[in-house]
Nanobody, 122 residues
Framework: QVQLVESGGGLVQAGGSLRLSCVASGVSFNINAVGWYHQAPGMQRELVATITSGGNRNYADSMQGRCTISKDIAKNTVSLQMNNLKPEDTAVYYC????????????????WGQGTQVTVSS
């Protein structure tokens, strides 16, 4: 059955880096757009980065230049390399996928993981 499992979250000081990973089963990143969202306490879920089945990438303005999304089709895995992290990046990060990239970018993706916590200290 479909399952998305995130990993790589943790504690990091401002200016540090983290690499998040999402491994999928039952859904292929070869035919689905996939990406990352995050949600801070009391806030709405927000787009971080997406990549289409064709390899086109999209980043939130707040993350532009500080993160890179990539995927490994053979391993059915998507990663998010984040650098120069800021305290405001603190949130739960979710992996998501959908056959339609526009649905993924609207925050209504069909498939979602359980999330991994990222905490950036000042």
């Amino acid at each position: 059955q479909v399952q998305l499992v995130e990993s790589g979250g943790g504690l990091v000081q401002a200016g540090g880096s983290l690499r998040l990973s999402c491994v999928a089963s039952g859904v292929s990143f070869n035919i689905n757009a996939v990406g990352w969202y995050h949600q801070a306490p009391g806030m709405q879920r927000e787009l971080v980065a997406t990549i289409t089945s064709g390899g086109n990438r999209n980043y939130a303005d707040s993350m532009q230049g500080r993160c890179t999304i990539s995927k490994d089709i053979a391993k059915n895995t998507v990663s998010l390399q984040m650098n120069n992290l800021k305290p405001e990046d603190t949130a739960v990060y979710y992996c998501a996928a959908d056959p339609l990239s526009r649905q993924l970018q609207r925050g209504v993706a069909y498939y979602w993981g359980q999330g991994t916590q990222v905490t950036v200290s000042s």
